[in-house]
């Protein structure tokens, strides 16, 4: 009987809700260990970038927000929140398209993404108030906090992965993607490799960290939030650890921007 | 002791080398019966479109091919193959961007993709001449027909998701794409579902089949090819199932094209 390749994801059950100031990295380690998963040497924790905000306190009252003329007037073209609208411009450098409903921006970070990350939905605090949750403040130092901290609690060498879910361009639908990434490597470079028959690989970089999120997203869920983390047993590596920032194309090679 | 969600896959070990003509569904029930996997009720097997282009005999012998004035422009402008370029634009409706090693195309089943998906690393074929290897002609046709066969020989009720990796706009790397699938939704619709804390979802459309294609790419490997055939064990959708052309935005809505 051969045995095959084997990859395994399992979602932290009962993960509690996240609160301002909470520390992520305990709940994580307590929630593992209370389930029949724990953390093992070579594991990949995958964690849902609003617990990270959450965690982060990277809240925003809206009623505090006094719009700009150009998020009024942004907020009149796409039919959006103007004080939602200035708090999406606060996060990013630049509006990239706009359009009825749609607000893609290129974020500080350098994501293009929708609402610069910023979201309503799922956002709980205090329950009171209108509150808006921005993406953390630097999600690659996010997750190497995380990573160490973690890794420090369980003696175990782990990774971490900060995943959120993105629109494409050209193809419905968001997918994971990786925000924020420790312990792994974000993109994988094939080229120079041979192929099964010798041939030499031309031009194949793997988004190694975003195929990552997107698998960690398949078992998370997403309208009802109810597990946020993911833990993911059996990926192999070879190539040194990159930040998720390796994944962002330089504006200067983006044909699209 | 809490239960975890939990996901699993399989790549099929020794899958034998694919050759045109090959009974790639039969392929897949005899390596997944030998194997410690066999395949249950809910599976969904994720096929590498090479093997499935390779059974499809989608094969073009380059020698056969004179290009055309335009694949010599665009062949001295991206430093292709011109045989290469005419067999490239044979399979698309129009270019989108070309540079230097750049050629990307509207694929004429709608994909915005590099080089229509026209392949000459991993093709062998007897090892003679030079081969270009094409995309299928129908790929949704051929993840319902290898759905349909493996369906029938097993006794089981199982999903099929072809996959190939795509570059991004914006990001750097490929990742997994579903290309063509049978038995589970391409995309979910959310919109309308309730969160956490009651407030409705405004704009989540998921693009679960692309998901499914990027766990499953993180198994099988790049440069070897070895793994074509993963197992995707634990998925639970409850939307309807939908072709993977549903994943093509509509060029009338894409903001980058």
Redesign the interface.
């Known amino acids: 009987?051969?045995?095959?390749?084997?990859?395994?994801?399992?979602?932290?059950?009962?993960f509690p809700?996240v609160s301002a100031g909470d520390d992520l990295a305990a709940m994580i380690v307590v929630s593992a260990a209370?389930?029949?998963?724990g953390i093992a040497d070579g594991d990949v924790i995958a964690i849902a970038q609003k617990v990270v905000s959450k965690a982060e306190d990277r809240f925003v009252d809206l009623a505090s927000i006094e719009p700009s003329a150009r998020a009024l007037s942004l907020a009149q073209a796409t039919h959006k929140d103007p004080r939602l609208v200035e708090v999406i411009l606060g996060e990013s450098r630049r509006v990239v398209?706009s359009?009825l409903?749609?607000l893609?921006v290129e974020h500080r970070r350098g994501?293009?993404m929708?609402n610069a990350g910023v979201d309503?939905?799922?956002?709980?605090r205090s329950g009171e108030g209108e509150y808006a949750l921005r993406l953390p403040e630097d999600p690659d130092a996010s997750a190497a906090a995380l990573c160490s901290s973690i890794s420090k609690r369980t003696g175990k060498r782990i990774a971490v992965v900060i995943n959120d879910?993105f629109g494409?361009?050209?193809?419905?639908?968001?997918?994971?993607?990786a925000l924020g990434v420790a312990g792994l490597p974000s993109?994988?470079d094939?080229r120079g490799?041979?192929?099964?028959?010798g041939?030499t690989?031309?031009?194949?970089?793997?988004?190694?960290a975003?195929?990552?999120a997107?698998?960690a997203?398949?078992?998370m869920g997403?309208?009802?939030?109810?597990?946020p983390v993911v833990?993911i047993r059996g990926?192999e590596w070879s190539a040194p650890p990159l930040p998720a920032s390796?994944?962002?194309?330089p504006a200067v090679d983006?044909?699209?921007?």
Do not use: C
Request: aromatic residues 8%.
């Open positions: 009987m051969l045995r095959a390749g084997r990859l395994e994801l399992f979602a932290l059950p009962a809700l209370e389930s029949d998963i398209r359009k409903e749609v893609i994501y293009v929708a309503q939905s799922n956002v709980g879910s494409r361009a050209w193809r419905v639908g968001t997918v994971g993607v993109i994988v094939k490799s041979l192929d099964l028959y041939r690989l031309q031009a194949t970089i793997i988004g190694f975003d195929e990552v997107a698998a997203s398949l078992v997403q309208a009802d939030e109810a597990w833990v990926l390796s994944l962002i194309r983006d044909l699209f921007r």
